[in-house]
């Protein structure tokens, strides 16, 4: 059984940093893209972060660009979000997805879409206070 486990949130201060991590297990993701939504209440799940299989080329939505840091470890099948100088607008559930098959590049907007990613994780709640 696949399983994508978030964990790293909780409750910070505006500006403050966090670190999420999200461990995949039931198969390997080495060569799959991986990207991280989050949801905010009463909005629709918007795109944060991406990268690709191999980790080399990344993508960020206009928003977090220069603050969040994706990256990935494939031997131990693990994708990292490091979000530094965070918002207080920004609180909100953050996803992990996977890709269910490694695709080859499609163009930057392709990893910005959820309908792309097969596996999702359940969530860990990112609190911004002010």
């Known amino acids: 059984q696949v399983q994508l486990v978030e964990s790293g949130g909780g409750l910070v201060q505006a500006e403050d940093s966090l670190r999420l991590s999200c461990a995949a297990s039931?198969?390997?993701?080495?060569?799959?893209?991986m990207g991280w939504f989050r949801q905010a209440p009463g909005k629709e799940r918007e795109f944060v972060a991406a990268?690709?299989?191999?980790?080399?080329?990344?993508f960020y939505s206009d928003s977090v660009k220069g603050r969040f840091t994706i990256s990935r470890d494939n031997a131990k099948n693990t994708v990292t979000l490091q979000m530094n100088s965070l918002k207080t607008e920004k609180t909100a559930v953050y996803y992990c997805?996977?890709?269910?098959?490694?695709?080859?590049?499609?163009?930057?907007?392709?990893?910005?879409?959820?309908?792309?990613?097969?596996?999702w994780g359940q969530g860990t709640q990112v609190t911004v206070s002010s």
């Open positions: 990268i690709d299989g191999i980790g080399e080329i990344t």
């Open positions: 997805a996977a890709e269910g098959a490694p695709k080859n590049y499609r163009g930057s907007a392709y990893y910005t879409r959820p309908e792309n990613y097969d596996y």
């Open positions: 039931g198969r390997t993701f080495s060569r799959h893209s």
